[in-house]
């Protein structure tokens, strides 16, 4: 049985046998975190517009807003993270995160106009990713490995062809 098919909820689950960063190229995982990207920040930007404004139209304006620069982060966090992974570190962990959220924050900071947020911006990013990485780590992956299970869907048996099918239990699978 192959892998998932759904690469949102694989790159949502951060395994270390078989992540999404592992063999992909640097210009798939940036297109693809910058659609993800965008399309949250399109309806961030869009509820935003809507709730703290009267004018028409103003939803359309924050969803623009709000597209451009969800897709940039987006891109920019798993293009560091991968850019770590492969050339810095030559490993796939929790410590390539901090990567990501440090060129996330360097870029909001560096938007915001003060030069103390430029430096500060940065080291807030990698602290809120590396914590993100440790509580995924800590709730979701040790719990899993203690049973026995996998993170991956298609090693637990419940994802058959892109179809979920509860409980289904695969051929190989005991």
């Known amino acids: 049985m192959g892998p ?23 210009a798939s995982v940036a297109i ?24 028409a139209g103003a939803a359309l304006v924050g969803a623009g807003k709000g597209t451009g620069l969800g897709g940039a982060l987006a891109a920019t966090y ?5 850019f770590a ?7 796939e962990d929790a410590w390539n995160a901090p990567f990501g959220g ?3 924050g360097a870029i909001l900071g560096a938007a915001s106009g003060r030069p103390t947020r430029f430096f500060i911006f940065p080291m807030v990013g990698a602290a809120v ?7 995924v780590e800590v709730l979701v992956e040790q719990p899993l490995s203690r049973e ?22 695969g051929v190989n699978q005991a």
């Open 32 to 55: 693809h975190s910058a659609i993800a990207g965008a399309y949250a920040g399109a309806l961030v930007g869009g509820a935003y517009g809507w709730w703290t404004k009267n004018a």
């Open 102 to 104: 440090a060129a996330v």
């Open 129 to 135: 990713a590396l914590a993100h990485q440790r509580v």
């Open 85 to 91: 992974s492969n050339y810095i570190r030559d490993t």
């Open 78 to 82: 798993v293009a560091s993270q991968w």
């Open 4 to 26: 998932s098919n759904s690469y949102v909820l694989n790159a949502f689950i951060h395994t270390h046998d078989r992540s999404p960063l592992h063999g992909a190229t640097l």
């Open 148 to 169: 026995g299970e996998s993170l991956i869907p298609s090693q637990r048996g419940i994802w058959r062809d892109g179809f979920w099918a509860p409980g289904w239990k």
